[in-house]
């Protein structure tokens, strides 16, 4: 469905205002100012979107972009309405290579839990946050995303569905109200949560969920095509304007896991940089992170896969830019085709780049299902601490096991679980707590 936008009054309003600095300035359906203050200039990013960026236009003399888009609706909700600011000093960040967490600067740890908000009990939710709280985990990341292609049985979460050209976002009960009750147990149980927004895998809907919809058939056409962009976009904004005010949020996340297999470099590092600037321009407080695997990186005789730039990520390249905020790595040595002992080497690689850019490194994910969690994962979670003062700033292991106390059933187990209370979580949580100190 298309919708024109602008009457010649709205129009007239808006071409009198300048944007501040990085702000949006236009794009189909965009009211307001399509000018930027002295020294920026409204640069076209795709049919959605464009921002006010340094350059040397002179105010009000940048044109419009094109007012027509394929509307994305809403469903009918109760937004729980947010704070009018964050509380000061409360929002997580990156102080050179470490973060700093409710004003304490250290390496952390924490967990992943994808499932958390496709939960429909509150309690199992709660229980769930105080477990993380009293074990000392402090980072949680969590799916912001949940795309279908079919609307599910009635109560089945899930946050955006797509049919013909349209993309509608679930903001009831049953959608985004879940993940509401996340950030709301976070907040009460000083829990931060990394939110990302679009998996490159087919799980959970994914980008290929929003293929019908935008017109193409691969990933790697999704990260160029505008009108995809678009829509992944508006989903983001739809997320961001939630929790905008909100200390629970440690970061928002592009993607799990960007892949562009076979591609020029470009292709990703484009699309990150497009999509960390236009988040920028929605929240100028919070961190940002790609969720990247970290693949791309030169290292002398060393041609292994992990290493290579065939995924069309380049690690320090995408680090580099201006509004990403921390470098992002996994391992899953199995997977990968190298050895258990791969681990150490790879960390400490990803903490030199970070070290040298000034910008923390997240171990993200790992996980092993041979060999025994302990003995295998423990070495990779002492090599990340030991290298806290040279690039490393936390670990997150993969993933957040738990007993329902609504149902009795696990909440996961994919193998590479980690279930509270068991001998493996008193190895990789209790013991790594202890010795972070």
Same mark, same amino acid.
């Given at each position: 469905?298309? $919708? @024109?936008?602008?009457?010649?009054?709205?129009?007239?309003?808006?071409?009198?205002?300048?944007?501040?600095? !990085?702000?949006?300035?236009? /794009?189909?359906? !965009?009211?307001?100012?399509?000018?930027?203050?002295?020294?920026?200039?409204?640069?076209?990013?795709?049919?959605?979107?464009?921002?006010?960026?340094?350059?040397?236009? *002179?105010?009000?003399?940048?044109?419009?972009?094109? &007012?027509?888009?394929?509307?994305?609706? @809403? @469903?009918?909700?109760?937004?729980?309405?947010?704070?009018?600011?964050?509380?000061?000093?409360?929002?997580?960040? *990156?102080?050179?290579?470490?973060?700093?967490?409710?004003?304490?600067?250290?390496?952390?740890? #924490?967990?992943?839990?994808?499932?958390?908000?496709?939960?429909?009990?509150?309690?199992?939710?709660?229980?769930? %946050?105080?477990?993380?709280?009293?074990?000392?985990?402090?980072?949680?990341?969590?799916?912001?995303?949940?795309?279908?292609?079919?609307?599910?049985?009635?109560? $089945?979460?899930?946050?955006?569905?797509?049919?013909?050209?349209?993309? $509608?976002?679930? &903001?009831?009960?049953?959608?985004?109200?879940?993940?509401?009750?996340?950030?709301?147990?976070?907040?009460?149980?000083?829990?931060?949560?990394?939110?990302?927004?679009?998996?490159?895998?087919?799980?959970?809907?994914?980008?290929?969920?929003?293929?019908?919809?935008?017109?193409?058939? =691969?990933?790697?056409?999704?990260?160029?095509?505008?009108?995809?962009?678009? %829509?992944?976009?508006?989903?983001?904004? *739809?997320?961001?304007?939630?929790?905008?005010?909100?200390?629970?949020?440690?970061? !928002?996340?592009?993607?799990?896991?960007?892949?562009?297999?076979?591609?020029?470099?470009?292709?990703?590092?484009?699309?990150?940089?497009?999509?960390?600037?236009?988040?920028?321009?929605?929240?100028?407080?919070? %961190?940002?992170?790609?969720?990247?695997? /970290?693949? #791309?990186? $030169?290292?002398?005789?060393?041609? =292994?896969?992990?290493?290579?730039?065939?995924?069309?990520?380049?690690?320090?390249?995408?680090? @580099? +830019?201006?509004?990403?905020?921390?470098?992002?790595?996994?391992?899953?040595?199995?997977?990968?085709?190298?050895?258990?002992?791969?681990?150490?080497? !790879?960390?400490?690689?990803?903490?030199?780049?970070?070290?040298?850019?000034?910008?923390?490194?997240?171990?993200?994910?790992?996980?092993?299902?041979?060999? #025994?969690?302990?003995?295998?994962?423990?070495?990779?979670?002492?090599?990340?601490?030991?290298?806290?003062? *040279?690039?490393?700033?936390?670990? +997150?292991?993969?993933?957040? #096991?738990?007993?329902?106390?609504?149902?009795?059933?696990?909440?996961?187990?994919?193998?590479?679980?980690?279930?509270?209370?068991?001998?493996?979580?008193?190895? +990789?949580?209790?013991?790594?707590?202890?010795?972070? /100190?």
């Amino acid at each position: 469905m298309k $919708t @024109a936008v602008l009457s010649s009054l709205v129009a007239a309003s808006a071409a009198q205002q300048l944007g501040g600095a !990085w702000s949006q300035c236009g /794009g189909a359906g !965009w009211t307001g100012a399509t000018a930027c203050v002295s020294g920026y200039t409204c640069k076209f990013s795709n049919e959605w979107y464009s921002q006010c960026v340094p350059g040397s236009a *002179a105010p009000g003399n940048d044109t419009p972009t094109t &007012t027509l888009k394929t509307s994305v609706i @809403a @469903a009918p909700s109760a937004t729980p309405s947010a704070p009018s600011s964050a509380p000061s000093g409360s929002i997580s960040k *990156a102080t050179g290579t470490k973060f700093t967490i409710d004003g304490v600067t250290k390496y952390y740890a #924490g967990t992943n839990s994808y499932w958390i908000g496709f939960l429909t009990s509150n309690s199992d939710v709660d229980t769930i %946050m105080s477990h993380l709280q009293t074990s000392g985990l402090k980072i949680l990341r969590v799916w912001g995303f949940n795309d279908v292609k079919t609307i599910p049985g009635s109560g $089945t979460v899930y946050y955006q569905s797509f049919s013909g050209s349209t993309a $509608t976002i679930n &903001t009831g009960a049953n959608g985004l109200q879940r993940l509401d009750y996340v950030v709301k147990s976070a907040e009460a149980h000083g829990i931060k949560l990394i939110i990302n927004f679009v998996n490159n895998w087919t799980d959970y809907g994914g980008m290929a969920a929003y293929f019908s919809a935008c017109g193409v058939t =691969s990933n790697k056409v999704w990260y160029q095509s505008s009108k995809c962009q678009g %829509m992944y976009q508006a989903y983001i904004k *739809a997320v961001i304007s939630r929790y905008r005010n909100s200390n629970a949020v440690f970061a !928002w996340e592009l993607a799990n896991e960007p892949r562009c297999n076979g591609c020029a470099t470009s292709i990703l590092t484009n699309w990150i940089r497009q999509t960390s600037d236009y988040i920028r321009s929605l929240d100028s407080d919070h %961190m940002i992170a790609i969720g990247d695997e /970290g693949f #791309g990186i $030169t290292v002398s005789g060393d041609t =292994s896969y992990p290493y290579s730039f065939g995924e069309g990520l380049d690690f320090a390249a995408n680090l @580099a +830019l201006p509004n990403v905020s921390m470098g992002t790595f996994h391992f899953y040595p199995s997977s990968w085709g190298v050895s258990n002992d791969f681990g150490k080497g !790879w960390v400490n690689n990803h903490a030199a780049i970070c070290k040298q850019l000034n910008k923390p490194c997240l171990f993200e994910e790992y996980g092993t299902t041979t060999g #025994g969690h302990c003995t295998v994962e423990q070495p990779w979670q002492q090599a990340s601490l030991a290298a806290k003062d *040279a690039g490393m700033a936390a670990d +997150l292991f993969w993933d957040l #096991g738990e007993i329902l106390g609504s149902t009795g059933n696990k909440a996961a187990d994919d193998g590479n679980t980690i279930f509270y209370g068991s001998d493996d979580w008193k190895c +990789l949580v209790d013991n790594h707590i202890k010795s972070i /100190g």
